[in-house]
């Protein structure tokens, strides 16, 4: 049963600390996309790779976070300095480019305190 | 950037048809109109697409009007298990990269009840 694999599922830190998040997407996807949910601002897309490449990362802060694909089965999320604000269920998703749907993840829930 | 409009919240009895409906008025002749559904802590779950024709699989039917300008989705028996938050999408390009990103509404929040 191919599934989108996120770890951790829940992550506790001080702000301040540095975050990685990882995503191994379904085996042959070749799109990756990281959204970020809360409950005031819903689901926000935050970076989109195809081939490993970033194609889209203009929802994602670019002081702190960052988005890489280091091969093809692994996806990475991090930020450095966490804050307060960075608090929030982290989905990953793959999928085809040109195919029409994308497997979402269990996501990440990040807390800082 | 969401391209869609859907009510925020609707309720359904369980083992009734739920008609869940969607505006896209700015479609474009090429778009496909999405939907996905996220049930409590899970992530969002694909349900089903279309372009201009109406489409069943084993989840959901999806009615588009012959404008493209809204669609329905019909859940034909819902069930409890049906509770979730239902998003309408329409994807939007990425300029000069031929490819498309997925931006999610607000959403409708159905909710089945027994």
Redesign the interface.
Known sequence: DARVTQTPRHKVTEMGQEVTMRCQPILGHNTVFWYRQTMMQGLELLAYFRNRAPLDDSGMPKDRFSAEMPDATLATLKIQPSEPRDSAVYFCASGYRGNTEAFFGQGTRLTVV | DAKTTQPPSMDCAEGRAANLPCNHSTISGNE?V?WYRQIHS?????II?GLKNNETNEMASLIITEDRKSSTLILPHATLRDTAVY?CIVRVA?LN?G?F???????TRLFVKA
């Open positions: 496909y999405y899970q992530g969002p779950q694909y697409h998003y990425i990269t490819g990103k997925t931006i999610f509404g607000a959403g």
